[in-house]
């Protein structure tokens, strides 16, 4: 029997609206449909990524099997329970690793975070301890764990989001983007983790991401999210396929009000560059029309605009990547 079990899951949001509009469309408000008919079936043991770009529905979509937000209609079952009918029973079976690292307390200790939400957990005394020090050596925070929890690098963080998801010991894993902000040397140590997880304790993850590199080098298999809607499920070697050739960089900037987005793409060798924004953090991408695009030249145009570099990855461009899934460029 799979883990996870989604059947035409559709999940609206009310837009924002003015008292005028209201009035015109006669008391209802404008909806946004995040979530169009997903199914998805994830079995046990499995990593399965959700790659998709931000807004398409990946953070919605395992709300709702975290039992946290309930879908208008369709099913979603997890270990066999309804999502909406028990979800009680599915929020004790299924752990929820999110990027937001202010739910912390950044005075306190990786370990006093631990023990708090260790309690909240009902997780208490000799039991607490004894499930912090396994995960503090399984994780790598034994360096970490007695420091204020605001003096850890991106990466580090991650870490200890993932250690408090997994206090209460559950069947499936729900990560969140785990490791936007990260810097490439944090996010191969992150992978590793993430995978051995699988591999040597049997847990059974969903991972979504914007990262098509992320899911190549973590999960079995990957459902690639367009506007709601799972337009492709690629093995591993799929998705290789897919990325064939194509080329990128995601850049981690602290301020993006100076960058000059069209004297980027001016660059030789630059087909296009986008930003986006997460966790007090800007995000750049950088698509590479071919081998000739200069790095250092590249480099010296974010820096000459007075913008901070804090990391910096290869990537491959999403957009295109599905682009050419969807166009069926790539036989799956």
């Known amino acids: 029997m799979s883990i996870v079990e989604v059947c035409d899951v559709i999940k609206e949001y009310p837009l924002n609206t003015s008292l005028r509009q209201m009035i015109r469309n006669r008391g209802k408000r404008p909806t946004k449909r995040v979530l169009d008919g997903v199914s998805l079936a994830v079995e046990p043991g499995e990593v399965v990524g959700v790659l998709g770009s931000n807004g398409v529905g990946k953070t919605t979509l395992l709300k709702v099997l975290a039992g946290l937000v309930q879908p208008d209609s369709g099913v979603a079952r997890v270990c066999g329970q309804d999502v909406t009918r028990a979800g009680g029973r599915v929020r004790s079976m299924t752990a929820y690793s999110f990027t937001d690292d202010r739910s912390f307390y950044w005075r306190l200790t990786g370990r006093e975070n631990l023990e708090f939400f260790a309690a909240l957990d009902d997780l208490h005394g000799r039991a607490a301890r004894s499930r912090i020090d396994e995960l503090s050596e ?10 204020p929890f605001a003096t850890y690098s991106a990466g580090v963080r991650q870490r200890f989001a993932l250690a408090r998801a997994l206090l209460s010991r559950v069947q499936l894993l729900l990560l969140d983007e785990p490791t936007r902000s990260v810097d490439p040397t944090e996010s191969r140590v992150i992978w590793s983790l993430v995978r051995s997880l699988s591999t040597e304790h049997g847990m059974t993850i969903i991972l979504v991401t914007h990262r098509a590199e992320e899911a190549e080098a973590v999960c079995d298999r990957t459902a690639v999210l367009v506007q709601g ?3 492709a499920e690629l093995r591993t070697s799929d998705l290789q396929q897919a990325m064939h050739g194509l080329r990128g960089l995601t850049i981690v900037i602290d301020d993006a009000s100076a960058l000059e987005l069209p004297r980027l793409r001016e660059l030789p060798g630059v087909r296009d560059a986008t930003l986006s924004r997460a966790n007090g953090h800007h995000e750049l991408e950088v698509w590479c029309d071919n081998e ?5 030249e590249l480099i010296t145009a974010i820096t000459a605009a007075g913008v901070t570099i804090r990391a910096f990855s290869r990537a491959a461009p999403l957009k295109e990547l599905v682009d050419r899934l969807t166009s069926r460029e790539v036989t799956v």
Not at 138 to 147: M, N, V
Not at 292 to 296: A, D, H, I, N, Y
Request: avoid cysteine.
């Open 138 to 147: 399984r994780l790598g925070l034994g360096g970490y764990i007695e420091q």
């Open 229 to 231: 809607k799972i337009q």
């Open 292 to 296: 000739e695009m200069s790095l250092p």
